[in-house]
């Protein structure tokens, strides 16, 4: 059975620009997650997706946004870049919605904003 | 805003000994999971606390959920090098939103 998959791997950009980046979840898998994991800041809660709706969100200005698709995959769009949201992106699924059921982690979209 | 701080942030033992990392919630949790990172890795899931008080058990890990439901507590005893990595806990609070703790980096000394 495939995992969780992301892309692109590495993504470079200029303070300003926008960012996509993309998750399919696993087959079954409804619920989506999304994740940032900078230096010494562990990981930071930012969207969760189930169903198609956004559920609920992390302590993120709205220039971080997204959306999920009908075949359950996802999309995190970050507008206007700064230097600060250089970090690794993790995406998640689960099969139980919410918070509740074990995630599984993709391998993550690391972000270099120059 | 909501907290959930972990401790200690690095630990280094001898191969062979114990290992403990903490969870403290500034708020009751309705649940508490845990992780583990490799170097290199992604968060990859250990387990799932839901009951006040609750204790669970992985082979050499012990897993406990507090009374009050905002702390938690992973233990390995005689730890390997397979051991190494970040553990991270993940409690959910009231609103439904996941606050993972920063992390606890494992490293084990041959």
């Known amino acids: 059975e495939a995992g969780v998959t992301q892309s692109p791997t590495h993504l470079i950009k200029t303070r300003g620009q926008q960012a996509t980046l993309r998750c399919s979840p696993i087959s079954g898998h409804t619920s989506v997650y999304w994740y940032q994991q900078a230096l010494g800041l562990g990981l930071q809660f930012l969207l969760w997706y189930d169903e198609g709706e956004e559920r609920n969100r992390g302590n993120f200005p709205p220039r971080f946004s997204g959306r999920q698709f009908p075949n359950y995959s996802s999309e995190l769009n970050v507008n206007a870049l700064e230097l600060e949201d250089s970090a690794l992106y993790l995406c998640?699924?689960?099969?139980?919605?919410?918070?509740?059921?074990?995630?599984?982690f993709g391998p993550g979209t690391r972000l270099t904003v120059l | 805003g909501q907290q959930v701080m972990q401790i200690p942030q690095y630990q280094h033992v001898q191969e062979g000994e114990d290992f403990t990392t903490y969870c403290n919630s500034s708020t009751t949790l309705s649940n508490i999971q845990w992780y583990k990172q490799r170097p290199g890795g992604h968060p990859v899931f250990l387990i799932q606390?839901?009951?006040?008080?609750e204790v669970k058990k992985q082979k050499r890990l012990t897993f406990q959920f507090g009374e009050a439901k905002k702390n938690s507590s992973l233990h390995i005893t005689a730890t390997q090098t397979t051991d190494v990595g970040t553990y991270f806990c993940a409690g959910t609070n009231r609103d439904d939103k996941i606050i993972f703790g920063k992390g606890t980096r494992l490293h084990i000394l041959p």
């Open positions: 998640a699924s689960s099969f139980v919605g919410g918070a509740r059921g074990e995630q599984f």
């Open positions: 606390l839901v009951k006040s008080g």
